[in-house]
């Protein structure tokens, strides 16, 4: 998962390492934080709840200005240590999503 630069630094996040990440801009030094994730959920039957656990993430300096050029709201992005729990189906047509997520996310593998 990775986090906007300027937003981890807006939420006081501390950095615990840096490490060295491959993106399309090619190699750099990134900082490493601890996040809590919450994710707002409507289930099948129409009740609201949230998922809320910690999730280790990257910052990435100009994340959300990239997006912001396309009219993207975007403070981070989900990645597979996520995704390996869910089931996404995007309906190009109508552009509804929908994410099916596994309860083991809130036990995920070492």
């Known amino acids: 998962m990775c986090i ?5 630094e ?5 950095s615990h390492s840096k490490m060295e990440v491959h993106g399309v801009n090619g190699m ?3 900082s490493k934080y601890i996040a809590n994730l919450t994710l ?14 910690p999730v280790d993430c990257t ?7 990239r997006y912001a050029r396309d009219s993207i709201n975007l403070v981070g992005i989900l990645g597979r240590n996520f995704l ?3 089931s996404v189906t995007i309906d ?17 593998r070492p």
Do not use: Y
């Open 28 to 30: 750099t030094m990134a």
């Open 92 to 108: 190009g047509t109508t552009g509804r999503t929908s994410v099916q997520i596994d309860e083991a996310i809130m036990r995920p």
């Open 84 to 86: 390996q729990f869910c």
């Open 40 to 53: 707002p959920v409507v289930d099948g039957a129409g009740r609201s709840f949230a998922f809320r656990f």
């Open 10 to 14: 807006s939420l006081s996040l501390v």
């Open 59 to 65: 910052g990435v300096p100009d994340l959300a200005k």
């Open 4 to 8: 906007d630069q300027a937003v981890a």
